[in-house]
Every structure is written in structure tokens, then in C-alpha cells.
């Protein structure tokens, strides 16, 4: 009997993203200041951060996780059922609850193991989820972890989700969709999916993770922005290091939900609890993110200026209303090389090819942070313009406008 070898067969994969211009490379960083980085000795103006608003290197986030430190240690040593609960982390849990207006939050790692968690903790065998086909990875992982039928429907159509639905009747339903999505950056029809849950008995379970901070009142998130509250979408999964430039993630809904969690969300029961430390930096990310709301304004005027700019040079933009604006270049060697162009000309704007987007759907992403200046923006515009016509690259997307 002659078995496959598992490290030929994944070899051979790899030589087959090399051969189609698709291997991803880790580069090491050398330094970072606000939106610049240091990478290979050079330093470049980066635009491919999810610091929103600019809050990753602020002052008083770092006096904060170093008094935190100087209390608390570095690790927290146990998982949360385990002792590894420290006053920070609830602290910060109720202060997530009170933000995005839920009854009860509860910590997670990173928003993969949040995601993880919830899914394979509500969902089983003989159980319905349906999922927005542009989801993040770890949304439709989850469904397939819990054992559950998952349905996809086309992006952004909420007749496409009542559809697959209404094929599965009889089946305990959750519906899961991004609030922003993380490669086009637009917003999920939110309003359209809670009502279409509440028609067809199912539950609601949002991604926040590009919204929280940037949209809705006070920064709570897409789902305030689209006026829905915890009774329209009882499953809020959100992240904390995007806008608020830290690390981890939060579940927030019912306390039923959140107390169960704590029970059956595999990925927070037995793993290792977050630093105290990150929770109390954390949380004075959350203060300021309130409070200063102005970062938000600066960040949509920003957008305004990028948009507007990208319509003067004639560039073609995804319909985003937020700091994620890709520019569509089909050909991930052409996306490849027009980063690379990019980057000579002192900018950091990676290619994003499949199978993080779909085939022939290659892109720069762009993002946009309260960190960088109007005349950021500026010279990216120019730059992006000039690499595209030298390169006789023509992006179109949905929309320019």
C-alpha cells in the first residue's frame, strides 16, 4: 500500500500558487510610526493598516497596558473559568456592552476563535446557516466546524437569503453576514436582514469587525449606523484590534446568550485568557473612540477627499462608504506588479489576490486611517494614478462614484 505523502502533495499546491502569481509572503516590519513603516530599509507611507483611527500607538493606550503591566504581569496564565479573569477584562466587558447597547459581552482571543466559538456553540447537525458568499473565512469555518447545512447567497441580496431560507423551513436557522465587508468594504443591507429574520423566525449574527469604532453613533458599529438594536440582531461579534488598535474580540448580546457562551464556546472555555494588560489598554481605547469624535469626522473626510480624487483621475472605486476603497486591477500579476510600483514610488499598498477575493477580482486595497493627512492622500492619488497608466492597467469596478 502506497500512502499519499501530505508534504508532497502540499508542495505541489504551493508551485501552483507560484505559478499563477498567487503566493503570499511574510515581510517583517523594522519600525512603525503612525502610518509609516519601515520595511526591507526603506520607509514607506502605509496604507494597508486597519487602524482606523489611528489609536495603535496613542500615549495613553500605551501608558496604560504598561501601568496595567506593572500591576497585573504580562500573561494572565489561565483561561477565564480558570482564574485567568482579571478585573481588566471585566472592566472592559462592560464597557463593550455598554457601547454597542447589549445586555452582557464576553472576551475572545482574536475574532477567528469568536467566530469559532459562537457557531459551532449554537449550531448542529440537522440546524440552517446562511451566509452572505462574501463572508470572512472564519464565518463560513464556523458553520462547517458545527456540523450545520450551510447555504450561501449572492453578496449584499436579501432575496437571495430569504430564498435559501425559506428552502430549510423547518430547520433552527441563524443568518451570519459581515457588517463591513473586509475586501470591498461596503455595508451589508442590515435593516433588510433583520426584518427577514424576524419574518422567518431565524437569528441574526453580525461581523463588526471593519464597523465598530468607524460607523454609528458614538462609533457603536453598523448595526447602530442601520438603527437596529439587540432584539434585531442578538449576535454582535466585533474585533479590537481594527479600530481600536489593539488585539482580540467581543461577543455582545443577550446575557442568555453570553452566559452560555461561557459554557459552550469551545475557543473561549479552553484557551488561555487575553492579558490583562491588552484589556486595560483596550479599554481606554474605548474611552477615547467615544469621546473623540472628531477621528471619525477626519476619517470620512478622507474618504470623501480619496473618492472625490479617484473620480478626478479618473480611477475606478468599489461603492464603499468606508476607509476600505479597493481599486480593482483584475490580473493578480498586474495587481502584483502595480503594488510593487507602488511601493518604489514610497507607498505600502499590498496586492489582495484569490482566494482572499474571488478569481479575476485582484485589487490594491486601500485604507484609510485618521492617522494620515489630507496630503497623504494626495500623493497616493497621484502615485496610484500614474503606476496604473504606466502600466496600462484599466481597474473597473461597481462604481466610481
Given at each position: 500500500?502506497?500512502?499519499?505523502?501530505?508534504?508532497?502533495?502540499?508542495?505541489?499546491?504551493?508551485?501552483?500558487?507560484?505559478?499563477?502569481?498567487?503566493?503570499?509572503?511574510?515581510?517583517?516590519?523594522?519600525?512603525?510610526?503612525?502610518?509609516?513603516?519601515t520595511?526591507?530599509?526603506?520607509?514607506?507611507?502605509s496604507?494597508?493598516?486597519?487602524?482606523?483611527?489611528?489609536l495603535?500607538?496613542?500615549?495613553?493606550?500605551?501608558?496604560?497596558?504598561?501601568?496595567?503591566?506593572?500591576?497585573?504581569?504580562?500573561?494572565?496564565?489561565?483561561?477565564?473559568?480558570?482564574?485567568?479573569?482579571?478585573?481588566?477584562?471585566?472592566?472592559?466587558?462592560?464597557?463593550?456592552?455598554?457601547?454597542?447597547?447589549?445586555?452582557?459581552?464576553?472576551?475572545?482571543?482574536?475574532?477567528?476563535?469568536?467566530?469559532?466559538?459562537?457557531?459551532d456553540?449554537?449550531?448542529?447537525?440537522?440546524?440552517?446557516?446562511?451566509?452572505?458568499?462574501?463572508?470572512?473565512?472564519?464565518?463560513?469555518?464556523?458553520?462547517?466546524?458545527?456540523?450545520?447545512?450551510?447555504?450561501?447567497?449572492?453578496?449584499?441580496?436579501?432575496?437571495?437569503?430569504?430564498?435559501?431560507?425559506?428552502?430549510?423551513?423547518?430547520a433552527?436557522?441563524?443568518?451570519?453576514?459581515?457588517?463591513?465587508?473586509?475586501?470591498?468594504?461596503?455595508?451589508?443591507?442590515?435593516?433588510?436582514?433583520?426584518?427577514?429574520?424576524?419574518?422567518?423566525?431565524?437569528?441574526?449574527?453580525?461581523?463588526?469587525?471593519?464597523?465598530?469604532?468607524?460607523?454609528?453613533?458614538?462609533?457603536?458599529?453598523?448595526?447602530?449606523?442601520?438603527?437596529?438594536?439587540?432584539?434585531?440582531?442578538p449576535?454582535?461579534?466585533?474585533?479590537?484590534?481594527?479600530?481600536?488598535?489593539?488585539?482580540?474580540?467581543?461577543?455582545?448580546?443577550?446575557?442568555?446568550?453570553?452566559?452560555?457562551?461561557?459554557q459552550?464556546?469551545?475557543?473561549?472555555?479552553?484557551?488561555?485568557?487575553?492579558?490583562?494588560?491588552?484589556?486595560?489598554?483596550?479599554?481606554r481605547?474605548?474611552?477615547?473612540?467615544?469621546?473623540?469624535?472628531?477621528?471619525?469626522?477626519?476619517?470620512?473626510?478622507?474618504?470623501?477627499?480619496?473618492?472625490?480624487?479617484?473620480?478626478?483621475?479618473?480611477?475606478?472605486?468599489?461603492?464603499?462608504?468606508?476607509?476600505?476603497?479597493?481599486?480593482?486591477?483584475?490580473?493578480?500579476?498586474?495587481?502584483?506588479?502595480?503594488?510593487?510600483?507602488?511601493?518604489?514610488?514610497?507607498?505600502?499598498?499590498?496586492?489582495?489576490?484569490?482566494?482572499?477575493?474571488?478569481?479575476?477580482?485582484?485589487?490594491?486595497?486601500?485604507?484609510?486611517?485618521?492617522?494620515?493627512?489630507?496630503?497623504d492622500?494626495?500623493?497616493?492619488?497621484?502615485?496610484?494614478?500614474?503606476?496604473?497608466?504606466?502600466?496600462?492597467?484599466?481597474?473597473a469596478?461597481?462604481?466610481?462614484?
Open positions: 500500500m502506497s500512502r499519499p505523502d501530505l508534504l508532497e502533495r502540499i508542495a505541489a499546491a504551493q508551485a501552483d500558487l507560484a505559478r499563477d502569481h498567487l503566493v503570499r509572503r511574510l515581510r517583517t516590519v523594522g519600525a512603525a510610526d503612525g502610518p509609516w513603516l520595511l526591507d530599509g526603506r520607509r514607506l507611507l496604507f494597508a493598516s486597519n487602524d482606523y483611527l489611528g495603535a500607538q496613542h500615549p495613553a493606550l500605551r501608558e496604560a497596558l504598561t501601568a496595567a503591566a506593572a500591576q497585573w504581569g504580562v500573561g494572565a496564565t489561565a483561561a477565564h473559568l480558570l482564574g485567568g479573569h482579571r478585573a481588566p477584562h471585566a472592566e472592559l466587558e462592560a464597557a463593550l456592552a455598554a457601547w454597542t447597547g447589549r445586555e452582557k459581552a464576553l472576551l475572545f482571543s482574536t475574532g477567528y476563535m469568536a467566530n469559532l466559538g459562537v457557531l456553540a449554537l449550531l448542529g447537525e440537522g440546524d440552517l446557516c446562511v451566509q452572505d458568499r462574501l463572508n470572512h473565512a472564519c464565518l463560513i469555518d464556523g458553520a462547517r466546524l458545527a456540523g450545520c447545512e450551510l447555504k450561501r447567497y449572492p453578496h449584499a441580496d436579501a432575496d437571495g437569503a430569504a430564498r435559501q431560507l425559506a428552502g430549510t423551513a423547518d433552527a436557522a441563524l443568518l451570519a453576514s459581515d457588517g463591513v465587508f473586509s475586501m470591498d468594504g461596503d455595508v451589508a443591507p442590515l435593516a433588510a436582514l433583520a426584518a427577514l429574520c424576524k419574518r422567518e423566525g431565524a437569528t441574526l449574527m453580525v461581523d463588526d469587525a471593519h464597523g465598530l469604532g468607524v460607523l454609528g453613533p458614538d462609533g457603536a458599529g453598523s448595526l447602530a449606523a442601520a438603527g437596529l438594536t439587540q432584539a434585531d440582531a449576535v454582535l461579534m466585533a474585533t479590537l484590534g481594527k479600530a481600536l488598535g489593539v488585539a482580540g474580540a467581543l461577543v455582545a448580546g443577550p446575557a442568555v446568550l453570553i452566559d452560555s457562551l461561557a459552550f464556546a469551545r475557543t473561549h472555555v479552553y484557551t488561555t485568557a487575553t492579558p490583562p494588560a491588552l484589556a486595560a489598554a483596550t479599554l481605547a474605548v474611552a477615547i473612540a467615544r469621546a473623540e469624535g472628531e477621528r471619525r469626522e477626519r476619517l470620512m473626510r478622507l474618504i470623501a477627499l480619496f473618492r472625490d480624487g479617484a473620480r478626478a483621475h479618473g480611477l475606478a472605486l468599489l461603492d464603499s462608504p468606508t476607509p476600505i476603497q479597493p481599486v480593482l486591477v483584475g490580473d493578480s500579476g498586474a495587481a502584483l506588479a502595480a503594488a510593487a510600483a507602488l511601493e518604489a514610488a514610497g507607498f505600502y499598498v499590498p496586492a489582495i489576490r484569490p482566494p482572499t477575493v474571488p478569481q479575476g477580482k485582484a485589487r490594491l486595497r486601500v485604507t484609510l486611517s485618521a492617522a494620515h493627512a489630507p496630503s492622500v494626495e500623493r497616493l492619488l497621484d502615485a496610484l494614478a500614474a503606476v496604473l497608466k504606466a502600466t496600462s492597467l484599466a481597474p469596478g461597481r462604481g466610481s462614484g
